[in-house]
């Protein structure tokens, strides 16, 4: 049975650079139809989704955090990783990596849905 | 801001049927996908596309859209459908994925 694994520092000081990395254990990351992401939840809100990437290096954005965020991938490693820059206590939040599923539909329509999800880490922004 | 909103809190008296709606434009081009998420948990996934609930998803959850509006419905509530639900899509212009704001279900 696949298993993500968040990895990375707990706590970062303001302005400086969140590093995360992600580890696909029980299966490959290079899997078609599948696309790796990071979705974070402030402590007491909802969801947020940040970014995801297919194996191939093709990434996906959110427009309220791209100027911040890169998402990379590392077949060799099956991992991937996010990096989020200039972070402010606004970042703190339990970071999630995850697996979307892409279902392709007919008439050229698809959509997406997350089956794995990572337990989370936790990560604080304070000096 | 999300795109996708939804009411923040219904209850539901047991055994009883609830609705959980979405809103947003995106949705009458892309089909929502549900999620569960219980206190200290990782979401789950009980929904996707036009109504498939994945395995191990009891069948009194089912999805549905009409419009602008997705809906989750629980037909015969449980204690253990108290949680979390938010719905999850792609964005109006289909360049990302985006949350809804969440909803709190109370089973009485």
């Known amino acids: 049975q696949l298993q993500l694994q968040e990895s990375g520092p707990r706590l970062v000081k303001p302005s400086e650079t969140l590093s995360l990395t992600c580890t696909v254990f029980?299966?490959?990351?290079?899997?078609?139809?599948?696309?790796w992401g990071w979705i974070r939840q402030p402590p007491g809100k909802g969801l947020e989704w940040l970014a995801n990437?297919?194996?191939?290096?093709?990434?996906y954005y959110s427009p309220s955090l791209k100027s911040r965020v890169t998402i990379s991938v590392d077949t060799s490693k099956n991992q991937f990783s996010l990096k989020l820059n200039s972070v402010t206590a606004a970042d703190t939040a339990l970071y999630y990596c995850a697996r979307h599923r892409r279902v392709v539909l007919p008439a050229a329509d698809d959509y997406y849905y997350i089956d794995v999800w990572g337990k989370g880490t936790t990560v604080t922004v304070s000096s | 801001s999300s795109e996708l909103t939804q009411d923040p809190a219904v209850s539901v008296a047991l055994g009883q049927t609830v609705r959980i709606t979405c809103r947003g434009d995106?949705?009458?081009?892309?089909?929502a996908t549900w999620y569960q998420q219980k206190p200290g948990q990782a979401p789950v996934l009980v929904v996707h596309g036009r109504n498939t609930r994945p395995s191990g998803i009891p069948d009194r959850f089912s999805g549905s859209t009409s419009g602008n509006t997705a809906s989750l419905t629980i037909t015969g509530s449980q204690a253990e459908d108290e949680a979390d639900y938010y719905c999850?899509?792609?964005?109006?212009?289909?360049?990302?994925?985006?949350f809804g704001t969440g909803t709190k279900v109370t089973v009485l």
């Open positions: 999850n899509s792609r964005d109006s212009s289909g360049n990302y994925l985006v």
């Open positions: 995106s949705l009458r081009s892309h089909y």
């Open positions: 029980g299966g490959s990351i290079s899997s078609t139809s599948y696309y």
């Open positions: 990437i297919y194996y191939t290096g093709s990434t």
